[in-house]
């Protein structure tokens, strides 16, 4: 790492941290209708039976974020449910409260026994409206204006993993966009999660009944939202879609115009690593970097590894050829850590999709020999 480099990294880093923490920001707002109904988690902040924040000091800054889903839709209820649509996308947007006292890192919720004012947008990261698309091409042209108006025309997208409802999937969305302040338009593909920790089996069935509706997804993401770069995270279960879409990606056929796929995370992976391996071999020249965040002290992969009595990719650090690996069994992986700058891999995320800078230049990052090959050591505390 030169100094220029590191002194740079640094400075970035020092800011991010000063306005992350608590700070009213702003983000592209597209506009548009919010759903009048609401429920399981979706507030309305119109006036019309939400918290309705004041106008001179609401307390929390909102978040607006895309999205693309295979869920069913209960009409009576107004949500997007675990259960499974009819194989069809539906688009759209969200808005999400992040609360002016909001700690980076952190998904504010209610404590479980507060049974009073949950949905308060000045105190949680709150689901606020969902605005249902009419098709592809509102979603595109949506995302078309707010990346003529934003700082960067580059898209994140975040796929969801196991146990995660539709609003859980948009309330982290907007977290992560938000801590990571993403100069773009981010979006989120949420497939049908039942969002309870006990339906794994069912998750673990959902998510390949949505493999076909990712691709696609991908497809469109690159070809026809007017994108010049293209970032996406997967977490956990998540992975599965993302890497079995990337192995079949033909890049030869997208149009000229498309997107460049920039950075491909997958952060705690939950597939068998002998299935990723073969998916991996297909990866070459589809990315422009792929990294991968690995825990041996993931409680959740190795719940994972018991139940299906193979190892997870993102299990242990395996060195894999035109992969960047990561080690960060001595950090949290699940993006539920408190801190963004200590032992979280948020920090290295920064790094990755917002500088994009190169392992060997990121602090943090210890290099690691093996007879599989070299990897990273994500340090703990190295943000602090």
């Known amino acids: 790492m030169t100094f220029r480099t590191g002194f740079a990294q640094m400075f970035a880093l020092a800011l991010l941290m000063a306005t992350a923490c608590g700070a009213p920001g702003s983000h592209t707002d597209p506009g548009g209708s919010a759903d009048p109904d609401t429920g399981d988690g979706v507030s309305n902040p119109r006036g019309d ?19 693309a889903t295979d869920r069913d839709w209960h009409v009576s209820r107004g949500v997007f449910t675990g259960e499974r649509g009819s194989g069809s996308l539906a688009f759209g947007h969200t808005k999400v409260s992040i609360p002016n006292t909001h700690e980076v890192g952190s998904l504010e919720a209610p404590p479980w026994w507060r049974l009073w004012d949950r949905d308060s947008p000045s105190e949680f990261v709150v689901l606020l409206s969902i605005d249902r698309f009419d098709g592809l091409v509102e979603f ?16 994140l997208v975040f796929v969801h993993g196991f146990n995660t409802s539709f609003a859980d999937a948009a309330r982290r969305t907007a977290q992560l966009a938000y801590d990571l302040r993403f100069p ?31 691709d696609r997804f991908l497809q469109i993401s690159l070809s026809q939202l007017g994108a010049r770069r293209f970032h ?48 991996a071999a297909e990866f070459a020249g589809k990315a422009d970097r792929i990294t991968l965040y690995a825990s041996a002290s993931d409680r959740a992969l190795q719940l994972s590894y018991g139940v299906h009595d193979y190892p997870r990719a993102g299990g242990q650090a395996v060195p894999l050829a035109g992969i960047e690996t990561i080690d960060a069994s001595g950090v949290e992986t699940s993006f539920l850590a408190h801190s963004y700058f200590g032992d979280s891999i948020l920090g290295d995320l920064y790094s990755t999709i917002v500088l994009e ?28």
């Open 357 to 384: 800078l190169p392992t060997s230049d990121r602090f943090g990052l210890a290099p690691v020999s093996s007879p599989e090959g070299p990897y990273w050591r994500l340090l703990p505390g190295a943000f602090r």
């Open 49 to 67: 039976g939400g918290p309705g924040p004041s106008a001179s000091d609401p307390g929390y800054v909102e978040m607006g974020v895309y999205f």
């Open 140 to 155: 595109s042209d949506s995302i078309g204006k707010a990346l003529a108006s934003a700082t960067s025309d580059e898209i």
């Open 184 to 214: 773009g338009v981010s979006v989120f593909f949420s497939w049908p999660s039942r969002g309870e920790a006990g339906e794994y089996a069912a998750d673990e069935t959902s998510v390949e009944w949505s493999q076909p509706h990712f």
């Open 232 to 279: 996406v995270i997967a977490h956990s279960m998540g992975s599965r879609v993302l890497s079995r879409g990337l192995a079949a990606l033909d890049p030869s056929a997208l149009p000229p115009e498309a997107a460049e796929l920039r950075q491909v995370v997958l952060a705690a992976p939950d597939i068998d690593l002998g299935i990723f391996r073969q998916l």
